[in-house]
T-cell receptor
Framework: KQEVTQIPAALSVPEGENLVLNCSFTDSAIYNLQWFRQDPGKGLTSLLLIQSSQREQTSGRLNASLDKSSGRSTLYIAASQPGDSATYLC???????????FGAGTQVVVTP | GAVVSQHPSWVICKSGTSVKIECRSLDFQATTMFWYRQFPKQSLMLMATSNEGSKATYEQGVEKDKFLINHASLTLSTLTVTSAHPEDSSFYIC???????????????FGEGSRLTVL
């Protein structure tokens, strides 16, 4: 059974610092991995989607890497801003039609 | 593009009543939609997979008679919480997967969520 773990559960950094969020999964046979952002009381916003054949994806200040063999993905957020404060969730898919398996998330606070 | 809309965004109801939540894919077709439930400070737990024109597939432990799912068209799925009780109070989120040919395979798009409070 796939298990997805996110460490740390919470993170507080001063504005301008780079953020490093970790996601690990126990079964390396995944179809893709997706990173999401969730603001309090809101739905999910997709940040980056990495297919199993890819090593990384980049969008603006965000960069996500994927190491399938070791069951890890890392989300980097460069030069953090207070607006980056949110909970970040990673999720893996076993196949193109399968269900998403979510981690518990990392709650990020960026202080001005 | 790829917008998923949920309605209502929040609802308060009395114990014993039924509540319907709608999930619409606004600019794409979605044969498959997913319904999740989220308790405070916890991650999303998949409740069921909704398939257009057929019965939903429920996850273990989810009561299908309590959480009725109807996926009547390629852009609309509904979740009805029947005879709601306070323990059903939660944040419900839907997601939709666009059908083949509409974009990169496998990506899901999420609604804004619906907060249900049962008094």
């Amino acid at each position: 059974k796939q298990e997805v773990t996110q460490i740390p559960a919470a993170l507080s950094v001063p504005e301008g610092e780079n953020l490093v969020l970790n996601c690990s999964f126990t079964d390396s046979a995944i179809y893709n991995l997706q990173w999401f952002r969730q603001d309090p009381g809101k739905g999910l916003t997709s940040l980056l989607l990495i297919q199993s054949s890819q090593r990384e994806q980049t969008s603006g200040r965000l960069n996500a890497s994927l190491d399938k063999s070791s069951g890890r993905s890392t989300l980097y957020i460069a030069a953090s801003q207070p607006g980056d404060s949110a909970t970040y969730l990673c999720a893996v898919r076993p196949d193109s039609w399968g269900k998403l398996q979510f981690g518990a998330g990392t709650q990020v606070v960026v202080t001005p | 593009g790829a917008v998923v809309s949920q309605h209502p965004s929040w609802v308060i109801c009395k114990s014993g009543t039924s509540v319907k939540i709608e999930c619409r894919s606004l600019d794409f077709q979605a044969t498959t939609m997913f319904w999740y439930r989220q308790f405070p400070k916890q991650s999303l737990m998949l409740m069921a997979t909704s398939n257009e024109g057929s019965k939903a597939t429920y996850e273990q432990g989810v009561e299908k008679d309590k959480f009725l799912i109807n996926h009547a068209s390629l852009t609309l799925s509904t979740l009805t919480v029947t005879s709601a009780h306070p323990e059903d109070s939660s944040f419900y989120i839907c997601s939709a997967r666009w059908d083949a040919g509409q974009g990169p395979p496998g990506e899901l798009f999420f609604g804004e969520g619906s907060r249900l409070t049962v008094l």
